[in-house]
């Protein structure tokens, strides 16, 4: 195994982002536990390659089955660990069970050997698990984002170790019981508590055969490097800014609608959520003073009480960063329609805000605004509506509201994105994959897609006889 600094050994803490109060703390595994993790998975991989892939299916379709029995204690700790209103934890939970059931269901024929005509004898592409993999998640989705990665690699036959964000570790541990009580083996699914310092050490471990990220676009920019010295396969899920292109008054409530759901789903705090409003000209005025509106009648309140409308961010830092980025914006000359600072009240609150006339060098022209701040743009026609769609780092999601389809579908096809969504917000399920270029990342996750990132492609070719021996090539 490959040598590495000694890390610290600390607590890794559940904090209530709405009143700020330790739920629970834990001890973090030391560098000897993390070893014998990894190696138990090694291990573990086995036996569980071995099995056919509805066996493995089996056990996450079950998975689906018990999160619905446990809905409601999943749905409570994940909006106590990270602030997300309870509505939205139920919604979490339901979409976790789609993806256990998809999989569960139609991995095995995702995972299908594949056919090549050939003039003689047969040659088939085989689907084959590589090995145990590192996921590295973030708090953001404390199940979803979990659910997407472990499936589909689950029933691919993979095992899956798994490094989740430090301030949702109940979530992370009840993950782990469910796999286990699925019927997942000893070492098949590992949580790793352990401090963010401490993941170097297992991408260093020559057992590990791949790692999935979902974080920040620098998070995965050193994850990356680190996992490339080890040649390593990566897939990462990083950041986004994604646009929201209104061309014409289409049932202009229900796009308003939209524009709320696609910035405040989550407080925001969503890498393919809607940040960046682009409006054409005879539209701008009236949208900005309706989503204005909107954003005035939320209400502020415990994320535990279905009536409360605006909830915490999910750290205290996480709205430091928001404000200064708002208020560095506005200090070089963007006007502030609404909010721009903390709730006067405890908790990790931020006022849904808005911002408009954001130019280049600001703050909030390129960076992603991570938590309710919505910034809009006025343009005067689709290719201005392209060019500063595009001119951002990023390249995630995008939507696009507009009546004539096939003027919707020519601007969808010039956007550098890695998905657009026409006439609703951008979302996820199951069956679609979900993924980016640019900052956002590559590879992709969900549907066929995300069951064959990390797959050993095996080709297979076979002959009757010896009589058509020729040159090998390469």
Known sequence: MTATPSV???????????????????????????????????EAFQAWRGLAPAERAAVVR??????????????????????KRIGESYGEVDLVADILRYYGEHGPDLLADRPLPMEEGTAVVANRPLGPLLGIMPWNYPLYQVARFAAPNLVAGNTILLKHASNCPQSAIMLERLFRDAGAPHGVYTNLLVPAAGIGRVIDNPAVQGVSLTGSDRAGART??????????????????????????????RTVDAAVVGRLSNMGQSCVSAKRFIILADLYQEFVERLRDRFARLVPGDPMDPATTLGPLSSEEAVDNLVSQVRDTVAHGAKLVIGGGRLDRPGAFMEATILTEVRPGMRAYHEELFGPVAVVYQVADDDVAVSLANDNPYGLGGAIFCRDLDRAHRMAERLDTGMVWINHPTSSCPELPFGGIKCSGYGR???DLGIQEFVNKKLIRTFETTSAIGFATG
């Open 8 to 42: 610290t050994r600390r607590s890794i803490a559940s904090v209530n982002p709405y009143n700020d109060q330790v739920i629970r703390e834990f001890s973090a595994m030391t560098e000897e536990a993390v070893d014998r993790a990894v190696e138990a998975s090694h």
């Open 62 to 83: 079950m998975a689906g089955e018990l999160i619905i029995e446990r809905r409601d204690e999943f749905a409570r700790i994940v909006t106590l660990e990270m602030g």
């Open 224 to 253: 990356a490097e680190r996992a490339g010295r080890n040649i390593d396969k990566t897939v990462l899920e990083l950041g986004g800014s994604d646009p929201f292109i209104v061309l014409d008054g289409l049932d202009f409530e």
């Open 445 to 447: 996750e969900l549907s």
